[in-house]
T-cell receptor, first 112, second 113 residues
Framework: GAGVSQTPSNKVTEKGKYVELRCDPISGHTALYWYRQSLGQGPEFLIYFQGTGAADDSGLPNDRFFAVRPEGSVSTLKIQRTERGDSAVYLC??????????FGEGSRLTVL | AQSVAQPEDQVNVAEGNPLTVKCTYSVSGNPYLFWYVQYPNRGLQFLLKYITGDNLVKGSYGFEAEFNKSQTSFHLKKPSALVSDSALYFCAALKRGYQKVTFGTGTKLQVIP
């Protein structure tokens, strides 16, 4: 499809485990964002990529969270030593740099 | 720090009636402003944006939004609500020259048949 693709759509893991969430943006979009959405809340900014580099990672909650975009297209959000408080829907969006974001359907992470 | 406020957790409106979903922002300068809609178990979908110019912006599905600089508001409106408009609506703002888009907490719109 032509939209933003996120995998897995659902991930259940145990506390302390390592998790990777993948985002495949719309072709040609150089800007890529990760957001986190908890139940009843608006999306919370995590990190923004322009090309391969993280232009703004000020929203990453701590050093257990890391994201990469090595070739300027697909991005992976990595969470080490997961905690129950990390449970949320992780949203990826790409942008053609006209301002609006195009979101994927999210990866729902549940940490038991 | 920039912030976006949506003062109503839920708005109920009868089908066929006009609807308004409120949004105010606290962002320096003249920000870009957006509305997104989220249907159950789906990602956010772009509705409309304000960049500059006319204070009334028209978007998808018959929605429009009115920018008011003096009140720092960007309320979403539709002249005649449909049951299918029932969803979660998010207002967002982007400070010019930056890339971090800030979202409000969302307003659940319930259109009653």
């Amino acid at each position: 499809g032509a939209g933003v693709s996120q995998t897995p759509s659902n991930k259940v893991t145990e506390k302390g485990k390592y998790v990777e969430l993948r985002c495949d943006p719309i072709s040609g979009h150089t800007a890529l964002y990760w957001y986190r959405q908890s139940l009843g809340q608006g999306p919370e900014f995590l990190i923004y990529f322009q090309g391969t580099g993280a232009a703004d990672d000020s929203g990453l909650p701590n050093d257990r969270f890391f994201a990469v975009r090595p070739e300027g297209s697909v991005s992976t959000l990595k969470i080490q030593r997961t905690e129950r408080g990390d449970s949320a829907v992780y949203l990826c969006a790409s942008s053609p740099e006209t301002g609006e974001l195009f979101f994927g359907e999210g990866s729902r992470l549940t940490v038991l | 720090a920039q912030s976006v406020a949506q003062p109503e957790d839920q708005v109920n409106v009868a089908e066929g009636n006009p609807l308004t979903v409120k949004c105010t922002y606290s962002v320096s300068g003249n920000p870009y402003l957006f509305w997104y809609v989220q249907y159950p178990n789906r990602g956010l979908q772009f509705l409309l944006k304000y960049i500059t110019g006319d204070n009334l912006v028209k978007g998808s599905y018959g929605f429009e939004a009115e920018f008011n600089k003096s009140q720092t508001s960007f309320h979403l409106k539709k002249p005649s609500a449909l049951v299918s408009d029932s969803a979660l609506y998010f207002c967002a703002a982007l400070k010019r020259g930056y890339q971090k888009v800030t979202f409000g907490t969302g307003t659940k719109l319930q259109v009653i048949p």
